[in-house]
């Protein structure tokens, strides 16, 4: 019994996608080392909290947890608590956590998670606490085991870090500059997954349209969707995030010619305004997003549309949001993450000094949302009587006697249908349409 006790993990993940997946690796070398998971931080031996500090609400809420954390060591002193994650890379961080949080174990960045089983068998045998931290990105390292959450969908990094350095944002500065995997390692990463029974892969990337330019001889990434897409066996194909201004043509023909690239793209606008975009660093005006978008939506038709959009950005006068609104509706996303400005150390919109109220940002705020929702209902209305390809992923969360599932699109669908089919593509009608997710029934 305390043998099983002391072989549990625990991982809780913010952030990214990114995140996820490195917290997937985690899994991946504490099952190797004879660990499983647990869904219960007082059942763990080991508890990681991988962070993100994209936003303040991400960095509070670790804190918070932290917090918590004290009690459970005092009960357990073998426990071993562990922080990780693009927080940590932060300049002076590590050290703060572990002024503020003195019960915590090991501390590491994001450049080297891969040695994590190393410092945890420094902490067991030498009875001492970690900290290590890489200023700079280290050569991609290949092989690292994964754990993954779902038998049927993976995600796959294709590249690490960003160049942009859009003017809000901390990733550039956490997750270093950009880096790309050799196409034969992500090839061969995705035909054992195949091989294991996986049918969707998700290639992963800050940003993912500049794969391969710096990689020898150059891939571009419409070359690797190309060489992807003719992996037997596999069945969809999804990549995010895509820069509106590195966006080619020819990776709209590749997904036009392509018959597992999804028809979904999520494409972060941030702003409507021109003006903006500008003080944003994101080198696209408003009408270049909109030319693009039409040029997407002619050569794919049915395509989805996702974006992120941030409000109260320094400087946002009225008129600017106004223009974020108009191109919410002009574009009609299918759904949109909402992001209020947070003002990030060390990045050049925290000094710029017409930072917006608090009280205008959550106005705004508020106001965006229900246009977005709006919007998100009508196109999900767009499915209802219509029969659409699934992949089951399992029962539904809320509902155990139904199957969910999403669709080419990326839309949520729970559904009657056939336990036996989970892992499966089936086709469903859809029923009913609401603003998150549609209802169906398989089509037998
Ligand atoms: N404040 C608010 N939102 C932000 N994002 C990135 N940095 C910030 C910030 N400082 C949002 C952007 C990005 C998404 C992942 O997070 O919209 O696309
Ligand atoms: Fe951040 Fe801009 Fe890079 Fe996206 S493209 S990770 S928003 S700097």
């Given at each position: 019994m305390i043998q099983e006790q002391m072989l549990k993990y625990y991982i809780e993940t913010?952030?990214?996608?990114?995140?996820?997946?490195?917290?997937e690796k985690l899994a991946g070398m504490l099952k190797n080392i004879g660990y499983t998971a647990t869904l219960?931080?007082?059942?763990?031996?080991?508890?990681?909290?991988?962070?993100?500090?994209?936003?303040?609400?991400?960095?509070l809420k670790v804190y918070g947890n932290l917090g918590a954390l004290k009690k459970l060591k005092e009960k357990n002193p073998e426990l071993v608590i562990a922080v990780c994650g693009c927080m940590m890379q932060q300049k002076g961080m590590a050290e703060e956590i572990i002024k503020r949080f003195p019960y915590v174990d090991i501390v590491f960045g994001t450049h080297n998670a891969y040695k994590f089983p190393e410092y945890l068998n420094r902490v067991?045998?030498?009875?001492?606490?970690?900290?290590?931290i890489m200023d700079k990105e280290t050569e991609i390292v290949e092989g690292v085991p994964i754990e993954r959450k779902s038998d049927s969908k993976a995600f796959v990094t294709i590249m690490y870090g960003c160049?942009?350095?859009?003017?809000?944002?901390?990733v550039p500065y956490?997750?270093?500059?950009?880096?790309?995997?050799?196409?034969?390692?992500?090839?061969?990463?995705?035909?054992?997954l195949v091989n294991k029974g996986y049918k969707e892969i998700t290639l992963l990337g800050q940003n993912v349209n500049s794969y391969g330019k710096e990689l020898e001889p150059f891939v571009s990434f419409a070359d690797l969707l190309r060489r992807i897409d003719k992996i037997e066996g596999l069945e969809r194909?999804?990549?995010?995030?895509?820069?509106?201004?590195?966006?080619?043509?020819?990776?709209?023909?590749?997904?036009?010619?392509?018959t597992k690239l999804c028809e979904q793209i999520h494409l972060p606008v941030q702003s409507g305004s021109t003006r903006i975009l500008s003080k944003m660093n994101r080198k696209y005006s408003r009408e270049d997003y909109l030319a693009l978008i039409k040029k997407i939506k002619n050569e794919l038709p049915g395509v989805a549309l996702t974006t992120d959009i941030i409000v109260g950005f320094p400087g946002e006068t009225e008129e600017d949001f106004e223009d974020t609104i108009s191109l919410v509706k002009e574009v009609g996303f299918d759904s949109a993450f909402t992001f209020i400005y947070s003002r990030r150390k060390y990045t050049p919109a925290d000094r710029m000094e017409d930072q917006i109220d608090d009280s205008v940002k959550h106005e705004r705020f508020n106001r965006l949302i229900e246009v977005v929702n709006e919007i998100s209902a009508e196109k999900n209305k767009e499915y209802e009587n219509k029969v659409v390809e699934?992949?089951?992923?399992?029962e539904s969360k809320n509902d155990s006697s139904k199957l969910t599932g999403r669709t080419r699109t990326g839309k949520l669908v729970n559904f009657v249908g056939r336990k036996e089919n989970i892992g499966k593509l089936v086709d469903v009608k859809i029923t009913k349409a609401h603003s998150f997710s549609l209802l169906g029934e398989e089509v037998k």
């Open positions: 913010w952030g990214c996608q990114m995140n996820e997946e490195d917290s219960r931080r007082e059942d763990a031996s080991i508890i990681i909290f991988n962070t993100c500090c994209v936003r303040e609400n991400a960095e067991k045998q030498e009875n001492v606490s970690v900290k290590e160049n942009n350095f859009c003017t809000y944002c901390v956490v997750r270093g500059r950009e880096r790309s995997r050799k196409p034969e390692d992500i090839e061969n990463e995705i035909i054992d194909i999804r990549f995010m995030t895509s820069h509106p201004k590195d966006l080619s043509e020819d990776v709209i023909s590749a997904i036009k010619e392509g699934i992949l089951v992923e399992g």
